[in-house]
């Protein structure tokens, strides 16, 4: 069987490579599991495997990354009602991160901007979810949470990022 390559398409090596991230992402992210009763979520590693994707790779792989790996998490993790969500915020976090530091030559402000836009639009998205799912009172308690998950992500992401850049280039 002949495997055709073409610009359009991953290739099969860059859909392992992202198979891979996925599932050292949800593994991580599962080990490091914080729950946090109150707000029916938790705190964990997960923003900063995404942040990495994002960074490394760009805005189309930092958003299949972020989806896929908060998506499985959820399933594995016992909160099935947030999988949809999860899927679409942190893809869309992925994204945007990536976005924001793809066509530019990575430097510390860069990275800050999209880390901020980042967690920002996690939040955020997480106070609508929380609200649609429960009460907007549920959302409001969590975003405290979400911003310490969002800002521990990028704590651990940005040492790693200036030492795994070198190898990924």
Known sequence: MKIMKTNNLVNTHQLTLLAVIVAANVAIARVF??????????????DTGIFLAAWLFGSKKGGVVGGLSRFL??????????MVFSLIVHGLEGFIV???????KISAKSLIVSLIAGVLFMVLGYLVSDSLLYKFSTGIIAVPMNVIQGLVGALVAVPLFWRLRKLVK
């Open 98 to 104: 990536g976005k924001l530091t793809e066509d530019k």
């Open 33 to 46: 599991l914080i729950p946090i009763p109150m707000t029916h979520g938790n705190v964990n590693l997960c």
């Open 73 to 82: 998490l959820d399933l594995i993790s016992g909160y099935p009602q947030y």
